[in-house]
T-cell receptor, first 113, second 113 residues
Framework: GENVEQHPSTLSVQEGDSAVIKCTYS??????FPWYKQELGKRPQLIID?????GEKKDQRIAVTLNKTAKHFSLHITETQPEDSAVYFC????????????FGKGTKLTVNP | NAGVTQTPKFRVLKTGQSMTLLCAQD?????MYWYRQDPGMGLRLIHY???????AKGEVPDGYNVSRLKKQNFLLGLESAAPSQTSVYFC????????????FGPGTRLTVL
């Protein structure tokens, strides 16, 4: 089955700096890669996703890049703000028609004012 | 629309007690999932359903049972709770038909003493 590794587990940046979180996956058949943000005590919420036929996707200050050959994808947050502080999870789809996702273990991002 | 709801929000059990967690959705989504979230472990899939009347095992199914008698409800049962089942439980749903986004419920915090 699919296996997703996520790095780093913690990341601390100064407000205004960029943050990058990286994930690798094992199953070359995976074709959907979402990123979720989870604030303390809240539910995970989708912030951006990418499909395997696209190399990069942007939404304002966040972007995701996908390298299918190397089987890794990354989340980029520019001009970070304190409200970006949260735990971020990457995920990769599993084949089989179940729409299942396999999640990474998460990255705790802290943006210092 | 309420989206995805979970009951109860919090529960404390003694070892050996049983309980059922309810996930309800009003979005007419086909797929439903139960995850557990433990510190540093990300989201791990317990059981899932690809439609009314179907269930399947996920990554960590032992000690849990599920049922999906109605499309809008997905029940997670603990027959004999153990301290290792202390966790936050999230339900998620997916529309299907190439719409992959998982929508999460607010979570249930369960403590087993």
């Amino acid at each position: 089955g699919e296996n997703v590794e996520q790095h780093p587990s913690t990341l601390s940046v100064q407000e205004g700096d960029s943050a990058v979180i990286k994930c690798t996956y094992s199953d070359s058949a995976s074709n959907y890669f979402p990123w979720y943000k989870q604030e303390l005590g809240k539910r995970p919420q989708l912030i951006i996703d990418i499909r395997s036929n696209v190399g990069e996707k942007k939404d304002q200050r966040i972007a995701v890049t996908l390298n299918k050959t190397a089987k890794h994808f990354s989340l980029h947050i520019t001009e970070t703000q304190p409200e970006d502080s949260a735990v971020y999870f990457c995920a990769a789809s599993e084949e089989g028609g179940s729409e299942k996702l396999v999640f990474g273990k998460g990255t705790k991002l802290t943006v210092n004012p | 629309n309420a989206g995805v709801t979970q009951t109860p929000k919090f529960r404390v059990l003694k070892t050996g007690q049983s309980m059922t967690l309810l996930c309800a959705q009003d979005m007419n989504h086909e797929y439903m999932y139960w995850y557990r979230q433990d510190p540093g472990m990300g989201l791990r899939l317990i059981h899932y359903s690809v439609g009314e009347g179907t269930t399947a095992k996920g990554e960590v199914p032992d000690g849990y049972n599920v049922s999906r008698l109605k499309k809008q409800n997905f029940l997670l049962g603990l027959e004999s709770a153990a301290p290792s089942q202390t966790s936050v439980y999230f339900c998620a749903t997916v529309l299907g038909g190439n719409r992959n986004e998982q929508f999460f419920g607010p979570g249930t915090r369960l403590t087993v003493l």
